[in-house]
């Protein structure tokens, strides 16, 4: 069965950096959109960076857009979100998901396009 496993959460000053792990499993890894997403308690998951299966084609949230870079490698079933320029509105739980298909939706659909999910990671940035 599908699984993904995420790492790299931590506790950081505004203005570090972090890099999220999601390592895939069950499946054939380079077939499928992922994505990142994150959530804070009492709001909806927000999807903030989605790859292709090639790697070419990203979509970012303009919330993160020029400070999150979404990468994969094939070779080692993991995607991964690069964090640079943390603010403290990024504190979240922080997803890694799975598309239902192969191709990436819209951003903005990708909740819905998106079956597949981690356990997730914490990030909390202080300001």
């Known amino acids: 069965q599908v699984q993904l496993v995420e790492s790299g959460g931590d506790s950081v000053q505004a203005g570090g950096s972090l890099k999220l792990s999601c390592v895939a499993s069950?499946?054939?890894?380079?077939?499928?959109?992922m994505g990142w997403f994150r959530q804070v308690p009492g709001k909806e998951r927000e999807g903030i960076a989605t790859?292709?299966?090639?790697?070419?084609?990203?979509q970012y949230a303009d919330s993160v857009k020029g400070r999150f870079t979404i990468s994969r490698d094939n070779a080692k079933n993991t995607v991964y979100l690069q964090m640079d320029s943390l603010e403290p509105e990024d504190t979240a739980m922080y997803y890694c998901?799975?598309?239902?298909?192969?191709?990436?939706?819209?951003?903005?659909?990708?909740?819905?396009?998106?079956?597949?999910w981690g356990q997730g990671t914490q990030v909390t940035v202080s300001s």
């Open positions: 790859i292709s299966g090639g790697g070419v084609f990203k």
């Open positions: 998901g799975r598309s239902n298909g192969r191709s990436c939706a819209a951003l903005s659909e990708s909740g819905a396009a998106f079956g597949y």
């Open positions: 069950g499946y054939t890894f380079s077939f499928y959109c």
